[in-house]
């Protein structure tokens, strides 16, 4: 009776201390109460780490912070050499590429040469799904179908209580259509919520070949670039199966507008239109070597393969260029990956000094504002030094501007020490 009077308090009042320890039991207690909407929360409890426990937690993060910050200098550095190899390669690239008409015939003067061309894509076969009666000109086809299923959705909230914390995880359910199974067994309350366990319809991508544009043919690499996917809206709805359309939509359901779980959807798209009769075509513009006819990746001699494919009609300099802008943005997210993976693992690593005084909360938040500083400016500082021991190889210049702005954290906080030592003196 006590139980149920706790839970049913629990319930209606959260966050309210006291009453939810009546006939409680420490250390592995938990039960589960009911909510609105067929959701549930299960209650446990967990013993907090003592004062020596955590102290021991922190020793154990130095091992792995130093794990950490050894793996942080290879990111950061072979980040610099992948960048410095790729702009090069792209600078090759642009010395070398010759324009070329797609419509012309296939000059020997071009054998092995990177080249430049815009076009209509072809292909001399339709892609077609004789299940459904869709067939299309296009370089991909792609049927996708998704399910009516349960998803499950968890919020957990957590209240200190003495020496353990009240966990309290919700649970709360939700019917979607998704393009992967869930795995029902594995809700907290899977009796209520069963998905399908498989697909009666598989989805699939279905890929043209060969595909050309003009007299050249493309190669797999090339045509693995055309992503340029639009609907493709069904003509007919088949007669066997219990299917309706719906829009852009195939349902397999009794009432579209009121799925049931185990429902299908299915939709169709292509990319790459390539219609020849209809003149339906999509253009693409490539940089990519011509050999015996077909375009494929061309090997710089500074070390990267350039085979580019854009959607639309471009000129080698914009491809050039939104190929630089794309190197850049990826050596800025690196870097900051870098410089992140040290400002973690130098925190993994003071978190010691926070843990011997947590006990006093005062001094315990001071110690933490310091010891984040701490790591921010040394995080800072070795990222910089690494990024410029990785162009000192290949732009010495810039090396040593970073090599200077990477001391100026260090100069700042030697000379404010030294500032400090001198007004206690």
């Known amino acids: 009776m006590v139980s149920l009077i706790q839970r049913m308090y629990r319930a209606h009042n959260p966050t309210a201390p006291g009453m939810h320890n009546m006939g409680g ?7 589960s109460y009911g909510g609105a909407g067929g959701s549930h929360t299960n209650v446990t409890y967990r013993r907090d780490a003592g004062y020596f426990e955590r102290v021991g937690g922190s020793c154990c993060g130095i091992f792995f912070g130093i794990l950490l910050l050894l793996t942080s200098f290879p990111v950061l550095f072979l ?18 590429v010759q ?11 071009n054998e092995n040469q990177l080249v430049h061309l815009t076009g209509a894509l072809k292909t001399e076969m339709a892609l077609s799904d004789s299940q459904f009666d869709i067939s299309i000109y296009a370089v991909k086809l792609r049927r996708s179908v998704e399910i009516y299923q349960w998803v499950e959705h968890s919020h957990k909230r957590e209240y200190k209580e003495g020496d353990r914390t009240r966990v309290e995880t919700t649970y709360s359910y939700t019917t979607e259509w998704k ?9 907290s309350n899977p009796t209520a919520h069963t998905n399908p366990t498989s697909f009666p319809i598989n989805s699939y991508t279905k890929v043209a070949s060969p595909v050309f544009v003009g007299q050249h043919q493309l190669s797999s690499g090339l045509i693995s670039k055309v992503s340029n996917f639009k609907t493709l809206q069904p003509k007919h709805t088949p007669v066997e199966g219990n299917f309706q359309m719906l829009e852009n939509y195939i349902y397999r359901s009794n009432n579209p507008y009121s799925p049931k779980v185990g429902d299908l959807r299915i939709s169709f798209s292509y990319a790459g239109h390539s219609d020849h009769v209809t003149l339906k075509q999509d253009h693409v513009s490539i940089i990519a070597k011509q050999n015996s006819g077909i375009l494929t990746a061309f090997q710089t001699e500074a070390g990267d393969v350039l085979e580019m494919l854009y959607h639309g009609i471009k000129t080698a300099k914009e491809i050039f260029d939104s190929e630089h802008s794309a190197n850049s943005m990826l050596t800025w997210v690196l870097r900051g990956v870098g410089w992140l993976l040290m400002f973690i693992s130098l925190q993994m690593i003071m978190s010691i000094f926070r843990q011997i005084v947590s006990f006093i909360p005062i001094v315990r938040d001071i110690v933490g504002l310091a010891t984040s500083l701490i790591a921010f400016s040394i995080a800072t500082s070795l990222a910089l030094i690494t990024i410029a021991i990785g162009w000192l190889r290949y732009r010495p210049m810039l090396a040593c501007a970073l090599l200077v702005g990477a001391a100026i954290p260090l100069y700042l ?3 404010k020490a030294g500032k400090d030592k001198m007004e206690k003196k």
């Open 25 to 31: 039991t420490y250390g592995g207690d938990s039960y």
């Open 79 to 96: 980040n610099e050499g992948r960048a410095v190899q790729t702009a090069k390669s792209l600078d090759e690239g642009f010395r070398l």
């Open 99 to 109: 324009h070329i008409q797609s419509d012309d015939p296939i000059f020997d003067s």
């Open 179 to 187: 393009g992967d199974i869930i795995k029902s067994n594995a809700f």
């Open 413 to 415: 906080s030697k000379k």
